[in-house]
């Protein structure tokens, strides 16, 4: 089993920056790799970013360039770092580990 919890959400400006962070528990070594995933209102869940356990990155074509995916050495600390915020970036941002396990989700809402 793996536990993960996210942080880092909140009420930013246009053009701003977050950094998400998803803290894992437990089976952190059965950890193939971890992905951030969003949901709008009213939109399907979307896949924003990927890093694998060997540190392989996979980002949604539209967001390149404004996101990193980041890890420490341990595993048990994923980030996701949003530059130049718009207001469609507006969604329930939510890490997991394998497509298995799933943390809670953090808000992130861009508004002027």
């Known amino acids: 089993q793996v536990q993960l919890v996210e942080s880092g959400g909140g009420l930013v400006q246009p053009g701003g920056s977050l950094r998400l962070s998803c803290s894992a528990t437990?089976?952190?070594?059965?950890?193939?790799?971890v992905g951030w995933y969003r949901q709008a209102p009213g939109k399907e869940l979307e896949v924003v970013a990927v890093?694998?356990?060997?540190?392989?990155?996979m980002y949604k074509d539209s967001l390149k360039g404004r996101v990193t995916i980041s890890r420490d050495n341990s595993g048990n600390t994923v980030w996701l770092q949003i530059n130049k915020l718009e207001p469609e970036d507006t969604a329930v941002y939510s890490c997991?580990?394998?497509?298995?396990?799933w943390g809670q989700g953090t808000q992130v809402t861009v508004s002027s």
């Open positions: 997991t580990a394998n497509m298995n396990f």
């Open positions: 437990g089976d952190i070594n059965s950890i193939v790799n």
């Open positions: 890093i694998s356990r060997v540190r392989e990155t």
